[in-house]
Structures are given as structure tokens and as C-alpha cells.
């Protein structure tokens, strides 16, 4: 491979996107920051960040008609990561925001934490993946502890689409895959070098996939 | 876990201190410096702006926006942050907090405002505790520890936190330089009263004051400046003392990053 994997960043200004774009550019990935639907055509994959609030996010995507472009990319094949507030959306619904309808690309719902310590969770954590997950790590502790900020959680329906969790006063999801669909409810672009370990694997992923297409006769 | 956070101090976009590491490049480049943090295994950093002229001042978006792209752990930015401007510029930088001290003391209103505009997690309150003198508990102090804000430390930390404040950042201005370790009774009475993280800061010294900030201070989060800097103890030091006296922490990946 020559050149990386062309990934669309979702830009829908609820999150500072810097950090993000730079470590996919490290990891040698071609981004385009994309505020409109247009800068993600011919995307190899999507990344939909995200802090803030669920309901602000998702008026947000939807008013700049990017929801469409995750759930358009989900549809083909296209691989999708979200991060953080980014993973939740991924969901049919949260708690935070009642009947407000999520992206619906995993079958559940996203719950406030439910633990006796301070909320929000600030800080690192580990992960135990599941084995075989592409995003994960067998490694030890210090390859899969990474930092989190957040007040809720995804509860997928289906268990098997819980790809890594971790405890914090209790079990939480900390990461959910479904096909190419994936999120992690932690930072990677913010957790050293596991993070940016995790980002690689993703990468690698899509890469491994972006040439399994163009060898596939359409 | 407990996170180790290393205070970097900086002039004019110039790390003031912290020029005791070999192999630096540039040791006055806080960049560089904090990159080296963060291989060492730092969880997170904090840069205190205490660039005192206006015209200096645009040098601490700029560091935001160069930390961001080159260093992937959390840094928060502090020191004459006035405004809810001043939180938007350094966070669109790409901070991921910002810390207020006197101006949130002056106007209490606008920890709120920017928890509601930013989210409480990119909100750190900054408070300097000295002991009352004579008395009982703790009093604020305003402009670096100078001037008696007349107020009690344990209940702006309440109304800090109750405003919207994502953690409270607490120096103890009799222990900060003393190296004679954290003010646990201190840290124990504010983490007891709010719901939020509490960072233990000033006067560090020995490995066995990070351990006892936790255990006795109920601390969340330990932040030292000289210690560091001054090349005393190296953050992995730190992490194998806390871990020695049972407290969680993020173990440290020596290897380095295979891309």
C-alpha cells in the first residue's frame, strides 16, 4: 500500500477535532475534515467524534445532513469508528435525551453510569477485549488503558455486539462493534501510545478492507 | 487509577522551569517538554499561563493548538483565563480543560456559563487554600496566594462544583514549595464535600507524599511542578511509589509506538 486509507472526519463543531485528525495523520491516514456530506464522498472510512450533549449532537448531524453519511457508510460497508459521545450516537436512544431517536446502527440504548463513584469518570482506565475483536488488544494493561470522560454508557441489546468493557464501581461497555460498525466510549487520540495502537489496528482494518473492494469485481 | 499530572510552567509561549531533562532539543519548548512527559508515562499535563503582559498572551492558543497536535494525552490550560472568550479560544485550540482561578472567584457566574457552553468536564476550578491562622479550616486566596479573598476553601470548592465545575484543581499555598508533602486534611474535608475529582497540588517532595495524598487526602489526581522539572523524580518514580503503597495507577508502556 502506498498511500493510507482516506477517512472523512465528521466535523459538526461539538468537539475540537485536532488531535483526531493529527494522530490518523501520524498513523498515515489521508483525512478529510468533513462539515458537509460532499467532503466525505470516497471516504475508505468515517470517524464521528464527539463531546457533549446526545440530543445537540444529533440535531446537529441531522441540520448538516452528515447523519446520513454515517448511516449511508454503515449500509455499504463502510467502516465507521465513533468516539466518546460518537459511540453513543451510534445507538437507538439515550437516557440523556429521551425520546430523541440516535443513529440506530446498534440495537440498544445508552444509560447513565451506574456506579457509587464520581460521575463523570475522568480519567484512565483499562479494557478487557473480547477475543478476536479487531479493535482490541490481548496485550497487557499498559497496551489497553486508556482515558475516558463520560457520564453514560451504550447497553447494546445483543451482547455480542460488546466488543471491550472495563469497571468503574461496576461493568460498563467500553467499546461495541457490529460488522464494520464500531465505537469506543474512550478517547483514543488522547491515550498515548494505546491509543494511538488502537487508531493503527482501525486503520489497518480498513486498509485490509479498502483493497479487499477494489479487488472484488463490482 | 490515580493520575500523575506534571505542572509545566510557561512565559511568553517558554517553559520557565523544567530544564533539568537531558536529551531535549529545545528544553525551553513546552511542547517538546510535555511530549517527553507523556513518553515517560505522564497521564495528563496542566500549562499555567503566567505570561503577565496582555500582548503575550495570544502565545497560549498557539501552545494549545501545537500541544494538541503533537502530544495525545490530556492538557488542561490556566493562568488568566478571564472570560468565557478567553475558555472558548484555548479549547478551540484544542485543550482539553481550562482551568479558572480568580476570575471564577470574581464571578462565580461564569463557571456556569461555561459548563453549560462547554461541557463541566473541560471546567477545572482552581482553588488556593491557605489554613486560617489562629482559626479553624482553610481560606481562598486571589492573584497566585497574594490577596485574602474572604472566602472559605471548602465551600467555594461546594459551590464550584455545584456551579458546574468539572473537578477542583486545590493548591495548598502553606505546603506549595515546602516539599514537606500535600495538605491531606485539606484534601480529605473538600473530596468529602463535593461530587467532582479533586487534583492534590502543592508540596510534593518525597516518593511516599504522592501515595499519602490519595490515601489519606482522598485525592483523584496528584499534580507536582519541581519535583519533576528539577529532574528529583522521574514520573515512572512516582507511579512504582504510589503503586508500592496500593494506590491504582496507569502502568506505563516502555516500549516504544510501533506505526
Known sequence: MTEGPRVAVLDYKMSNLRSAVKALELLGARVSVAECPAKADGADAVLLPGVGHFDEAMRRLRDGGLDGVVTGAAASGVPVLGICLGMQLLLDSSEEAPGVPGLGLIPGAVRRLGTDRKIPQIGWNPVEWRPGSPLGTLEGPERRTYYFVHSYAARPDDPADVAGTADYGGPFVAAVARGAVAGVQFHPEKSSRAGLALLGRWLSAVADGAAHTTETPR | ?259
Not at chain 2, 77 to 90: F, L, N, T
Request: aromatic share 6%; net charge negative.
Open chain 2, 1 to 259: 487509577m490515580i493520575r500523575v499530572i506534571p505542572c509545566l510552567d510557561v512565559n511568553r509561549g517558554r517553559v520557565v522551569k523544567g530544564v533539568n531533562f537531558v536529551d531535549l532539543r529545545d528544553a525551553g519548548d513546552p511542547v517538546e517538554l510535555a511530549s517527553t512527559y507523556d513518553r515517560e508515562g505522564a497521564d495528563e499535563l496542566v500549562f499555567l499561563d503566567i505570561t503577565a503582559s496582555h500582548e503575550g498572551r495570544g502565545t497560549i492558543v498557539d501552545l494549545a493548538r501545537r500541544t494538541a497536535e503533537q502530544v495525545f494525552i490530556p492538557f488542561t490550560i490556566g493562568g488568566g483565563i478571564r472570560s468565557d472568550d478567553d475558555m472558548y479560544a484555548v479549547l478551540e485550540a484544542g485543550a482539553d480543560k481550562v482551568a479558572v482561578n480568580s476570575a471564577a472567584l470574581r464571578d462565580p457566574g461564569l463557571v456556569e456559563r461555561c459548563a453549560a457552553r462547554f461541557g463541566s468536564q473541560c471546567v477545572v476550578v482552581a482553588i488556593d487554600a491557605k489554613a486560617v491562622e489562629g482559626g479553624e479550616g482553610w481560606e481562598v486566596f486571589l492573584n497566585g496566594g497574594r490577596v485574602p479573598a474572604g472566602r472559605d476553601a471548602v465551600e467555594w470548592a461546594a459551590e464550584a462544583a455545584q456551579r458546574g465545575a468539572g473537578e477542583i484543581l486545590l493548591t495548598s499555598m502553606d505546603r506549595d514549595g515546602t516539599k514537606d508533602g500535600f495538605d491531606t486534611a485539606l484534601l480529605a474535608t473538600v473530596s468529602r464535600r463535593v461530587g467532582v475529582p479533586v487534583i492534590a497540588s502543592g508540596g510534593a517532595g518525597t516518593l511516599e507524599h504522592f501515595a499519602a495524598a490519595v490515601t489519606d487526602g482522598h485525592a483523584d489526581a496528584v499534580l507536582a511542578a519541581s519535583v519533576f522539572h528539577d529532574g528529583v523524580y522521574s514520573v515512572a518514580q512516582v507511579k512504582d511509589a504510589m503503586a508500592a503503597g496500593g494506590v491504582a495507577v496507569r502502568p506505563i508502556d516502555d516500549e516504544e509506538l510501533r506505526i
